[in-house]
């Protein structure tokens, strides 16, 4: 016979809902298989046992951080391609043509039943308190910018934003410079570092409109722009995009060592050997505080989910260079060392970071 959803995903659809891969996302199914008793099923390599009626209740979100962060780190890095622009579709955890989440369920007599091949899409968004959904199902009337509505961009450093919707466009006050015929999530690549695209040219404001297929403006993506020299971070946030932050150049370099440990001595001559113990080495680990300073609560709020992410980078592009993926280097946020210093209407933030001592800051 099949395999029965019982509850969890309603749709054979790929392009029908988007759900958000890091949430607890409990699925029940079962076989409707009669005469045979169920044993277990695989659920990507992870064995499941049933209850004692015969059905499985399994939480995907270990199954999906496993392939995410296992599989491929969650390397979500920039296009390498020196093109200005594009979408970047690994936003997604499985597209269209990658083989979908089978639920594929065993018997006593070791035969074995899937489902049929539906197109699951999940996309990096996890929930936090009230901020997230569960899952992403768009009219032609709505989207979401995950990165944020208020943007601010470094001009000569790589940045990228993603929106979700159903048949947008992406225009500046030329015309169109995306278009989307269908329901998906896109990145958008705006600065390669070396290059980016004209609507911020020669400005220290800059909007791009997000319309529909009869272009109706549905929402504007505003960007403040500096330029500005100083330690460039990007990370991972709760809303499953990049963010992107030049903080400022000013920092305090730290640096701690972690013993290796010991072995006993020889002690066969005693007149020579007055040390016990011999040293395996030691290394060290380098840190330095950051600071973002006059920031306004869209800024505030942009940075400070920095010390929830399970990703963040160093950059070591200088400004105005073409960035590649190599040019990121993966460090630490101490814990608990972001503080946030709200005074008036602006905020300050300091955060410290640690990486492996290599020399390079």
């Not at 046992?49 to 296992?70: M, W």
């Not at 020669?202 to 993506?221: C, Q, R, T």
């Not at 500005?228 to 640096?255: D, H, N």
Request: hydrophobic share 35%; with cysteine.
């Amino acid at each position: 016979m099949a395999v029965i959803i019982d509850k969890g995903f309603t749709s054979s659809s790929s392009d029908a809902t988007f759900w958000a891969a890091f949430n607890n996302f409990i699925i029940i199914f079962h076989s409707d298989t009669a005469g045979k008793t169920v044993s277990h099923a695989f659920v990507r390599g992870m064995k499941f046992y049933p209850d004692t009626y015969g059905y499985f209740h399994v939480n995907l979100r270990p199954i999906f951080e496993k392939h995410i962060f296992n599989t491929n780190g969650s390397k979500n890095m920039i296009d390498n391609s020196p093109v200005a622009t594009g979408e970047v579709s690994d936003y997604l955890v499985n597209a269209s043509g990658i083989t979908p989440l089978l639920l594929d369920v065993y018997f006593t007599d070791n035969t074995h039943e899937a489902n049929s091949s539906i197109q699951w899409v999940f996309i990096m968004p996890r929930a936090s308190k009230d901020m997230e959904k569960q899952m992403y199902r768009w009219t032609e009337e709505e989207y979401t910018c995950f990165s944020g509505d208020n943007l601010t961009f470094f001009k000569g450093f790589p940045y990228d934003f993603a929106v979700g919707g159903n048949t947008f466009k992406i225009k500046d006050s030329d015309g169109d410079i995306y278009t989307s015929n269908r329901r998906k999530v896109v990145r958008f690549n705006i600065s390669t570092g070396a290059t980016n695209l004209a609507f911020l040219d020669g400005k220290d404001s800059a909007k791009l409109d997000v319309v529909n297929s009869k272009d109706d403006v549905l929402g504007h993506i505003n960007f403040k722009i500096k330029d500005c020299e100083g330690t460039y971070i990007k990370w991972l946030s709760l809303r499953g995009t990049y963010k992107y932050w030049l903080f400022q150049k000013k920092k305090k370099v730290t640096m701690s060592v972690r013993d290796h440990g010991h072995i006993i001595n020889y002690f066969a001559d005693d007149e020579t050997n007055r040390t016990k113990f011999i040293s395996l080495g030691k290394e060290s680990t380098d840190a330095i505080m950051l600071h973002a300073s006059s920031l306004s609560e869209d800024e505030r709020n942009y940075i400070a989910d920095i010390i929830e992410s399970p990703r963040v980078y160093l950059y070591h592009g200088t400004k105005n260079q073409a960035a590649t993926p190599e040019l990121f280097q993966l460090v630490n946020v101490k814990t608990n060392s972001l503080v946030i210093d709200d005074y008036g209407k602006k905020s300050k933030i300091s955060v410290i970071i640690e990486k492996k001592n290599n020399g390079l800051w």
